[in-house]
């Protein structure tokens, strides 16, 4: 069974910064996906980074620029750095990963931009 466990929301300024950390445990064995999406308030949830199969990272129009994906395999963890924040950040951000099979979702890291 595969959890995912996202920490590192808050509440935070406009312009200011945030990093987002996901630690994957149990067994995947072809990722498809891995990355980060958002849900704000009567939104639906929107991709907001991710790196495809192949290591290439993608990004959302509104995060490029601002926002970085990484990961550290060592530590089976996902991150996204967050800079330059604005209120319309605001939102639930989930970690995800996804398999031929399955999209596996962690429980959500609430991010308020707010002064």
């Known amino acids: 069974q595969v959890q995912l466990v996202e920490s590192g929301g808050g509440l935070v300024q406009p312009g200011g910064s945030l990093r987002l950390s996901c630690v994957a445990s149990?067994?995947?064995?072809?990722?498809?996906?891995m990355g980060w999406y958002r849900q704000a308030p009567g939104k639906q949830r929107e991709m907001v980074a991710l790196?495809?199969?192949?290591?290439?990272?993608n990004y959302a129009d509104s995060a490029k620029g601002r926002f970085t994906i990484s990961r550290d395999n060592a530590k089976n963890t996902l991150y996204l750095q967050m800079n330059s924040l604005k209120p319309e950040d605001t939102a639930v951000y989930y970690c995800n990963i996804q398999d031929p099979w399955n999209a596996y979702w962690g429980q959500g890291t609430q991010v308020t931009v707010s002064s």
């Open positions: 149990g067994s995947i064995f072809s990722i498809r996906s």
């Open positions: 790196f495809t199969s192949s290591g290439i990272s």
